[in-house]
Nanobody, 124 residues
Framework: QVQLVESGGGLVQAGGSLRLSCATS????????MGWYRQAPGKQRELVAA??????NYTDSVKGRFAISRDSAKNTVYLHMNSLKPEDTAVYYC???????????????????WGQGTQVTVSS
């Protein structure tokens, strides 16, 4: 099985910075896309940033402030968040798509893996 574990969330003042990390575990052969989503209270979960190979994608509200990076050798993804705003407050979830892994003697693919989430709170 594959697990994603986020870390790095916390409480920060507006204008501050945080770095989220997402570590994976399991006998992973490859991951097509890794990304970060967030969900604020009363709102739908939204894509924040994603990375596939050298291609990155950001939601408009974080462009120029957040940066996603990936260590493919470690199957780890990071989200560097700068100039944080109160509206960035949410639970941030790590996501991995098309995860190919070994389970016993079979190669399986999980189309959509999620972490448990980490809280980011930005105070004004």
């Amino acid at each position: 099985q594959v697990q994603l574990v986020e870390s790095g969330g916390g409480l920060v003042q507006a204008g501050g910075s945080l770095r989220l990390s997402c570590a994976t575990s399991g006998s992973i052969l490859s991951i097509k896309t890794m990304g970060w989503y967030r969900q604020a209270p009363g709102k739908q979960r939204e894509l924040v940033a994603a990375i596939a190979g050298s291609n990155t994608n950001y939601t408009d509200s974080v462009k120029g402030r957040f940066a996603i990076s990936r260590d493919s050798a470690k199957n780890t993804v990071y989200l560097h968040m700068n100039s944080l705003k109160p509206e960035d407050t949410a639970v941030y979830y790590c996501n991995a798509k098309e995860v190919k892994y070994i389970s016993r003697w079979a190669i399986l693919t999980d189309p959509d893996c999620w972490g448990q989430g980490t809280q980011v709170t930005v105070s004004s």
